[in-house]
């Protein structure tokens, strides 16, 4: 039996917070580091935004599209700053870690991108399962964290969610809805 | 509140938590508790064990690390 592993439901601010912790970890590891230090305020405020109740989308959380889910909590993981350190330049290339914050912007792509794998859109009452991940070139990806590593919440939701969206249907070119305009 | 209770250990190697009270020093983070699972279907990516998001954020970052400074 499977859960989500963003926006769980039913218990509080903490099945969230193990999702998260258990992925950056992971990442973390894999990366080579030895260690990585989490503000703890800005790890709660992170993770509590996925309860929040007045999610912004006019039907609310559960009708929300699962980019609109990926973008709610790319934006504020990234504004919540819960990493502190910064990724070593041997990791990373200098321009990059040259950006403020890339670290949390680095972070939260990877975990939005890998929850809109084999995400399921509802569309006109039928189930279509964004079967294919998203890729992106490197050009692409130091510029998106270079954009959005001061992002704003309230100004950059619904950008950061239409282009979430555009990069799935790339990568899936049967999800779209019709483009007619 | 639907779903099963479901007991993980969270083994966590790499997170500390930096301590607000002494700048500088940093303690383990422990996440070892049960957690509840839904029956929800159409959202995000779903998984199955705790162990699945270390082993998906695993091959990401091994991608990430193998192309972004080539």
Known sequence: MSFKILYQEGTDVAANIYSVAAYVDSFAEQLGLTQLTLDPGGFTSAVAALKMPDFPHRDGLEKASPFKKAAHFFVWFVASKPIIDPLPSDVIPQDLAAVPNHQNSIFAYHMAIDCLHKAELHKNGQVVMLENKIKVSKHFFCDFVETFSSVVPAHHFKAVSLLFEQLAYKANPSAPYPEVI | ?70
């Open chain 2, 1 to 70: 509140m639907s779903g099963h209770k479901h007991q993980e250990t969270i083994e966590l190697k790499v997170l500390r938590v930096a301590s607000p009270d002494v700048i500088g020093q940093t303690k383990p983070l422990s996440v070892a508790k049960p957690f509840c699972f839904s029956n929800a279907k159409g959202d995000l990516k779903k998984v199955d064990t705790y162990a699945e998001i270390r082993k998906i954020a695993a091959e990401s970052a091994a991608n990430f690390k193998a192309n972004i400074k080539s």
